[in-house]
T-cell receptor
Framework: GNSVTQMEGPVTLSEEAFLTINCTYT??????LFWYVQYPGEGLQLLLK?????DKGSNKGFEATYRKETTSFHLEKGSVQVSDSAVYFC?????????????FGQGTTLQVKP | GAGVSQTPSNKVTEKGKYVELRCDPI?????LYWYRQSLGQGPEFLIY????????DSGLPNDRFFAVRPEGSVSTLKIQRTERGDSAVYLC????????????FGEGSRLTVL
């Protein structure tokens, strides 16, 4: 079945460090890929997405490129801030489905220290 | 408020009791989802409504779980004969364009079964 695997956390970085959170997926067909973020005390919110191979999603300085050949969608940011501290979830939406039913990874906690 | 609202935010109950969790989606969003998030895991899909009808209930774990959305807006997740393994955060999300995979999540209802 379809699944998403993320690197285990927590990830602890100093402010202005480079961030990579790895995400790989298993799916039939051509899924859309997402990164959702959960800030402390808030609900999950969409950070970025990509709908087809080689697409790059970007938002708030974060980027992720849909790599079909490696079935990956790694999240990157060049310079993290304390305010980026949150839990990050990689997810997929089966491309043939119009329901918005998502499969999530287990989440990666990021802690950024000043 | 403008976001997805869930009540109660916390519910502690005893094994065997009946529980109801309520979700008030963003106005105008026809799609509504329930997910369950266990500690250290990503959200797992339970059920999806399009309007008043359950379009996909494949994630409900067993017949103790039931959800309704009688007027196409507010939804209630009902759990009968609760078990300790039901303890989790129950998340509600809504969407205007489900095909895009952009879901708007509430903060969740934390259920603890003693």
């Amino acid at each position: 079945g379809n699944s998403v695997t993320q690197m285990e956390g927590p990830v602890t970085l100093s402010e202005e460090a480079f961030l990579t959170i790895n995400c790989t997926y298993t799916a039939t067909g051509y899924p859309s890929l997402f990164w959702y973020v959960q800030y402390p005390g808030e609900g999950l919110q969409l950070l970025l997405k990509a709908t087809k191979a080689d697409d790059k999603g970007s938002n708030k300085g974060f980027e992720a490129t849909y790599r079909k050949e490696t079935t990956s969608f790694h999240l990157e940011k060049g310079s993290v801030q304390v305010s980026d501290s949150a839990v990050y979830f990689c997810a997929l939406n089966q491309g043939s489905s119009n329901t918005g039913k998502l499969i999530f990874g287990q989440g990666t906690t990021l802690q950024v220290k000043p | 408020g403008a976001g997805v609202s869930q009540t109660p935010s916390n519910k502690v109950t005893e094994k065997g009791k009946y529980v109801e969790l309520r979700c008030d989606p963003i106005s105008g969003h026809t799609a509504l989802y329930w997910y369950r998030q266990s500690l250290g895991q990503g959200p797992e899909f339970l059920i999806y409504f399009q309007g008043t009808g359950a379009a996909d209930d494949s994630g409900l774990p067993n017949d103790r779980f039931f959800a309704v959305r009688p007027e196409g807006s507010v939804s209630t997740l009902k759990i009968q004969r609760t078990e300790r393994g039901d303890s989790a955060v129950y998340l509600c999300a809504s969407s205007y364009f489900p095909k895009t995979g952009e879901l708007f999540f509430g903060e969740g209802s934390r259920l603890t079964v003693l």
